[in-house]
């Protein structure tokens, strides 16, 4: 009986898998360590930092969509052929849809939304995941490397900003006597926050997995017991 | 054999499907692409001529004259917008350039007095410049200061920080000087190809047809 309660519940938890993967157990960025290109050049202001991601996240979700919808019929050799059309194809749908919602966001992504294209992160998820699964689950796994991708773009580009700039979403925090620390909005900054936030997340990770073990050595004690 | 036609109609079939895809989005987006665009450039143009009240766009041709045209037709051809305020005076001519830039290409208007030979404004449309260093070319108040009243009669140049002297030198932002300079060469380019075709059609543009 118990068994049978618990059966849908754990259906529940898996269709949302993929979702949780990819915006926190397998982060694109900070444990995947793909897409490197945007995550250090886009990054020195929340603002780009946010659309660049939701831009991502759009291409993502569209093109692992349309992927696993066509899996089935196309054949082997010339699937990697289709992913990359399918991902051109999104990307200029965001590039014409950014040009038309804000002006201001496209000059600040201009150079970079066409680069989407090659940003590592769509091909594979194409070839690993929607390439191979149903659309249901490729869709709710394109939203969460997507949404985990602009989740780790915005957390870099709030230190960027806030020290390079002394802003936050473009208002000013620390007043006008404020001395930006110029060097973070410069490339080398890209990389220090970068490293800085890699350093924080795998520690935690790490941290939190030792908890977890330890957890479950507690359980298994009994057991351990017996056998010593 | 039969597996390479499979092969070509699936490419053939997904690359359909994508071109149409493109086709919808773009149709669907193109006025309000044009929409926005046009706003930013009236912004620009309202912000270097203050009082501004009514423009007319002028074409220039190849051969030196102009030709009134609806808005900003094709990339590439140069064009002025002549602002007039509420008595049809005119106002001054709004120009646009470009220089190779630090990062990119700029792409700026400026806003030039016949009456004065002056440039009296200065606006960046378009560029890559490194955030909070090259981008203060368009927010540094001491910088801009610099486009008040600008001598264009005599060739436009950049010096270095805290030496202008001349009313035709610009004060360069320190630590941005390459950006600073793209834009001296940017005015002082523009200037030597556009006043000329101004002073031909003074007239004419004064009157605004």
């Excluded at chain 1, 020195?44 to 992927?67: D, E, H, K």
């Excluded at chain 1, 997340?201 to 073990?213: G, I, K, M, V, Y």
């Excluded at chain 2, 493109?22 to 309202?46: C, D, F, G, P, Y």
């Excluded at chain 2, 064009?79 to 001054?92: E, M, N, P, T, V």
Aim: hydrophobic share 45%; proline share 5%.
């Amino acid at each position: 009986m118990s068994e049978i309660s618990c059966h849908p519940k754990t259906t529940e938890l898996k269709s949302r898998d993929p979702f949780l993967n990819g915006l926190w157990k397998q982060n694109p960025v900070f444990v995947q360590v793909l897409g490197m290109c945007p995550t250090l050049a886009i990054t020195n202001s929340v603002r780009n930092a946010m659309a660049m991601g939701l831009a991502t996240t759009f291409v993502l979700f569209c093109s692992n969509a349309l992927i696993s919808m066509v899996r089935k019929i196309v054949p082997k050799q010339v699937r990697i052929a289709t992913y990359i059309a399918i991902i051109a194809t999104s990307v200029t749908v965001v590039d014409y849809l950014v040009k038309a919602i804000s002006i201001p966001v496209y000059k600040a992504l201009g150079a970079y939304i066409p680069l989407i294209v090659a940003n590592c992160i769509i091909l594979e998820r194409a070839e690993a995941f929607a390439g191979k699964k149903p659309v249901v689950p490729a869709m709710l796994d394109g939203l969460g490397m997507g949404l985990g991708f602009a989740f780790a773009l915005t957390c870099l580009g709030a230190v960027r900003e806030v020290l390079g700039a002394g802003t936050f979403l473009g208002v000013s925090l620390f007043g006008p006597h404020f001395e930006p620390w110029v060097l973070f909005l410069l490339p080398p900054g890209g990389f220090i926050s970068l490293a800085v936030w890699l350093l924080t997340f795998t520690l935690w990770r790490e941290r939190a997995d030792r908890r977890r073990q330890a957890e479950t050595v507690k359980l298994e004690e009994p057991a351990v017991e017996v056998y010593s | 054999m039969s597996n390479s036609i499979k092969m070509v109609r699936m490419l053939g079939a997904v690359s359909l499907l994508c071109g149409l895809l493109i086709v919808v989005t773009h149709v669907n987006t193109l006025s309000r692409i044009r929409h926005n665009q046009e706003t930013i450039m009236k912004e620009s143009v309202a912000q270097l001529l203050p009082g501004i009240q009514k423009q007319i766009i002028y074409g220039v041709e190849p051969n030196g004259d102009l030709t009134i045209q609806a808005g900003i037709e094709s990339e590439g051809k140069r064009y002025l917008i002549a602002g007039y305020d509420s008595g049809g005076k005119l106002l001054g001519v709004v120009i646009e350039g470009s220089e190779r830039g630090y990062a990119d290409v700029i792409t700026a208007m400026y806003a030039y007095s016949p009456e004065q030979k002056t440039v009296t404004g200065f606006s960046v449309i378009e560029m890559r410049e490194t955030p909070g260093l090259g981008d203060r070319i368009n927010k540094d108040a001491n910088f801009l200061e610099n486009f008040k009243a600008l001598d264009a009669s005599h060739p436009i140049k950049t010096v270095k920080h805290g030496t202008k002297k001349e009313p035709w030198e610009i004060d360069a932002i320190s630590g941005a000087t390459i950006s600073s300079r793209a834009v001296g060469r940017l005015l002082d380019k523009s200037v030597q190809e556009t006043v000329p075709v101004i002073e031909k059609n003074l007239d004419r543009i004064q009157r605004g047809n």
